[in-house]
């Protein structure tokens, strides 16, 4: 191969390399439009997860979300985690959402606290990628960006209805929305034994 063809090859693969860091910038994730909070409410199971950096849920997670009257949300959820490398619990936490820019209700701020002493509390953005209410639910939470605007630490969650699965029809349209997201085959399936 003559280095001329050579040099176009490699400022291809640098193009590419670029292209696919664009993508990979948080926020030009998109997230569900016009996304109605009192559709989202009810119960969802857990099937799939990318974890963040430190503890999280293991596995048999559950949340379920309601709407007050405000119209406000909020979630109460379970799982299990293994704590000090050896202690298996069932977890509950709750978390309260607000939506800090109106014209964008997919893109939540959740504030989030464990039940319990030995769980942690804080803050994340929730973004709910895609739903379609009655099947499945991709969420996403970037934790620490990267200077270049991608995600550092992030995690997600791929939700449903019912814990025993989803048609190979929406798994292919949660595979495409993975790879939206830069993360896909990261996932992991997650347990529903109804263990909590």
């Given at each position: 191969?003559?280095?001329?063809?050579?040099?176009?090859?490699?400022v291809?693969?640098a193009?590419l390399?670029?292209?696919?860091?664009t993508n990979?910038?948080?926020?030009?994730?998109?997230v569900?439009?016009e996304?109605?909070?009192?559709?989202?409410?009810?119960?969802?199971?857990?099937?799939q997860?990318?974890d963040?950096?430190?503890?999280?849920?293991?596995d048999?997670i559950?949340?379920e979300?309601?709407?007050?009257?405000?119209?406000?949300?909020?979630?109460?959820s379970?799982?299990?985690?293994?704590?000090?490398?050896?202690?298996?619990?069932?977890?509950?936490?709750?978390?309260?959402?607000?939506?800090?820019?109106s014209?964008?209700?997919?893109?939540?701020?959740?504030?989030?606290?464990g039940?319990?002493?030995?769980l942690?509390?804080g803050?994340?953005?929730?973004?709910?990628?895609?739903?379609?209410y009655?099947?499945y639910?991709?969420t996403?939470?970037?934790r620490?960006?990267?200077?270049?605007?991608?995600?550092?630490?992030?995690?997600?969650?791929?939700?449903a209805r019912?814990?025993?699965?989803?048609?190979?029809?929406?798994?292919?349209?949660?595979?495409?929305k993975?790879?939206?997201?830069?993360m896909?085959?990261?996932?992991?399936?997650?347990l529903?034994?109804?263990a909590?």
């Open positions: 191969m003559n280095s001329s063809v050579l040099s176009v090859l490699l291809l693969l193009c390399g670029q292209s696919w860091a990979c910038v948080v926020d030009s994730f998109t569900k439009e996304f109605d909070p009192k559709r989202y409410a009810g119960k969802w199971y857990a099937l997860k990318k963040p950096e430190g503890l999280f849920l293991q048999n559950s949340a979300y309601t709407i007050g009257d405000d119209g406000s949300m909020v979630a109460s379970k799982g299990r985690v293994t704590l000090f490398g050896f202690w298996v619990v069932c977890a509950d936490m709750a978390a309260q959402y607000t939506v800090p820019d014209a964008n209700p997919g893109k939540m701020f959740m504030n989030y606290q039940l319990a002493s030995y942690s509390s803050g994340d953005n929730y973004w709910v990628i895609d739903t379609d009655d099947n639910a991709i996403y939470a970037c620490t960006l990267k200077d270049d605007g991608s995600c550092e630490d992030g995690y997600s969650l791929i939700f019912n814990p025993r699965g989803l048609p190979p029809a929406i798994q292919r349209s949660i595979r495409a993975q790879e939206e997201i830069c896909a085959g990261q996932f992991q399936p997650v529903q034994s109804g909590c």
